[in-house]
């Protein structure tokens, strides 16, 4: 395994990344992280490890810099600004596919909370994308991108997060592409019921598995 700490330029800015290469990858998942959350996110970091397991690289970097995190943490000022999110993962992936031993391999996307939100609008606006997991996510927040979405996407719920619930199935009624919901019982919103978090990774490794070996289209 081949740990490399990044600094992407991206938006005027600087942010900082995790790039993790396993032997001969077989892919890789960029991570959105949600509101408050970062790069060092406990919860993505658990995901991130068992898809190493399975063969994929991961990138987890931050969305926001850290004067703009502080901000955050005391008034919401950038966590629900999608836009601004999915722009900075729009060219972060640009990035990716600039650095030599990554720019072959099929791209996913996992979003957690808002950061869910940002990749489904990031995806919308490019074909190199090829599948798409959310965790506890908001895709009732990318809107009218929604129907634009073209890559696979698996929409993971607490089977006790009801409201979260009710908004995943209304934005998967707006999609067109392939995509379905998996309900993880007995899980709150942050999954930390013991074995949850292990359930999201095993429902997103197969779904990873399952749409990027050989970039499979649905």
Sequence with gaps: MQTLQMEIPVDYVTLGGILEMPDKARAVVVFAHGSGSSRFSPRNRQVAAGLHGAGFATLLFDLLTAEEQRHDSVDATYRFNI?????RLAATLVWLRERP????LPVGLFGASTGAAAALVAAAQ???VGAIVSRGGRPDLATTALASVTAPTLLIVGGLDEEVIRLNRKAAAQMRCEHRIDIVPGATHLFEEPGTLEEVTRLASDWFVRWLDGRTRP
């Excluded at 836009?83 to 722009?87: E, F, V």
């Excluded at 031993?101 to 072959?104: E, F, K, L, R, V």
């Design 83 to 87: 836009s601004l999110l999915a722009r």
């Design 101 to 104: 031993g990554i720019a072959p």
């Design 126 to 128: 490019t074909d190199s």
